[in-house]
């Protein structure tokens, strides 16, 4: 019969990767207490830490990132219509004189 595969969200990861990086326990007591292998315990320690510079990061920095490139299509979309306009423009004047 097969197992199936079980699937653990953020804070359940997290909580097994603190308990790791404590080290009040060792790696084999915490996978048991947590019913997981020791590989995973280790390996998600290594991705909270190795992520943890990002929780230290700008806030403002982070957020800019994802709002400048709409800004920058806005900004193009805008350019676009403005020099349709421009040539329309040139040729109605030179349609009159």
């Known amino acids: 019969m097969a197992r199936t595969r079980r699937r653990f969200d ?25 019913r997981v292998h020791p590989n995973q315990v280790t390996t998600w320690k290594k991705q909270l830490l190795g992520g943890a510079s990002l929780a230290f990061e700008s806030s403002s920095v982070s957020s800019k ?13 805008q350019i676009g219509r403005l020099k349709v306009e421009l040539e329309w423009l040139k040729k109605k004047v030179a349609e009159n004189t």
């Open 65 to 77: 990132k994802g709002t400048d490139e709409p800004e920058a299509a806005e900004l193009y979309e």
């Open 10 to 34: 953020g804070k359940f990861k997290a909580k097994v990767a603190l308990e790791a990086i404590r080290e009040l326990k060792t790696i084999s007591e915490i996978a048991k207490q947590f």
